[in-house]
């Protein structure tokens, strides 16, 4: 019964298309780290060097190696395009916001705020028909969710040796969805509105070693803190007499029971709903001062226990969950010169690979990921202000539907750095 319920909802986001893609109405949403690319200034892979030589805004532990203190911020444009039937559905939003302190080559910290998962869905049905009392009726069915969660990061790295180095995220995690359900019958709409709140804490722990001169090894290990957990609020049932979606009065009428007559529901809390356990393992091999390559391993399992239940009470586009997941990451980056005048010794150029395969829950079905991403970058003034434009482009496909999802990312990535916190002589 599940399986042709999933195959009957995924087959209805197919025909009538959904905000950002399929994967929204999985779960707690779509999350941001399977979305492209998470920084432009860092490119496809997350632990190795990118940005700088040395320097990977993604991981900590390389930040001690930073000359500057720096300003990042990332925007991203993306699109997700089903072509049978043709379906396209794009957005933009703030990809990832970082500043970063080195101090004295030797430690450094971190605030960043980035989108953690996206539950921005839209669903409406085909009319349906029904025959009573010798009249036919028609009513409609609609999905619509919008919000999200957002991971604010506390973050920090410790040089230990000339060899070995030490960094810590630490996420916290919040943020809200409204959601609502409705069917359209005889000219006005029954709703059935809920609000979902969000808070948890995910931690990063993350180690960088030196293998020989060109060669080094990094390591993330990820866990949860404090479980994600929920709570939701059922509102009151009611007839959207007035038609602009709201339970409230109107000078064009007045809905239906008054919101005055009717009470807030409590919440309901739910623990333990998205936890969050695995591992990266990534090489990176320099050739010089200007060029290096780079791959990763990873997986990720969701250990939550209450996934069930939040999903019955909260109705859920997809009753399913994203349960392990595997990546393979490989990157080429070529750096700019340090102090080279030379117009074109400016410009730095990064390249990637992504493989991801998702497993769900249920039904054992799957997600593949193939995708290849393009980037390059233009430094600028003696401290190494930097501009990045990055392309990704990708397929994702569902084991248990035909039809391919194709995902294009624009994203533009600026970063300032300045010298922070240093006394000035006085003259």
Known sequence: MLKIRLVFIIGTLVSLGISQGRMNGIGVGHFNKYQGIQNALSGAVELAPSFQKNVSLTNPSTWHNLKFAYLSISY??????????????????????????????NSS????????????????GDTSY??????TFGYTRS???????????????????DRASLGINHSVLFGSSRQNESITFGGSSIIQSSRA???????????????????????????????LESAIEQ??????????????????????????????????????IHNPNGFKLGLNKSFGEKIALAFEIGALNDIAKNQDKFMSTLSTPIPNWIEKTNSLKASFSYFPENYSMRFFDKFSFKSGLIHYIHTMKYDEMDIEELGFSFGVG?????????????YYFGNRKFSNIAEKEFIQQIQVGVSLADIWFVKRRQK
Request: proline share 5%; net charge negative; charged share 20%.
């Open 76 to 105: 991203s444009g993306n699109e997700n395009v089903i072509k049978t039937p043709s379906t396209v559905n794009g957005y933009s939003s703030l990809s990832n916001a970082l500043w970063v302190v080195p101090i004295k080559s």
């Open 109 to 124: 910290v971190g605030l960043s705020l980035s989108p953690y998962s996206d539950q921005r869905l839209t669903l409406v």
């Open 235 to 272: 509102k009151y049932l009611f007839d959207d007499a007035n038609g602009n979606g709201y339970h409230d009065y109107s000078t064009t009428g007045f809905d239906f029971p008054f919101p005055d007559s009717v009470s807030a529901s409590p919440e309901e809390r739910v623990e333990d």
């Open 143 to 161: 999905f619509e969710r919008s919000g999200g969660i957002l991971s604010f990061k506390i973050s920090s790295s410790l040089k230990v040796s």
């Open 378 to 390: 233009f430094k600028f003034k003696p401290v190494g202000n930097q501009i990045n434009f990055n």
């Open 197 to 227: 709140k969000y808070n948890g804490i995910v931690n990063d722990l993350f180690i960088n070693v030196s293998l020989i001169d060109d060669l080094s090894s990094y390591f993330k290990y990820t866990f949860s803190l404090k479980p």
């Open 130 to 135: 029904f025959q009573a009392f010798d009249s």
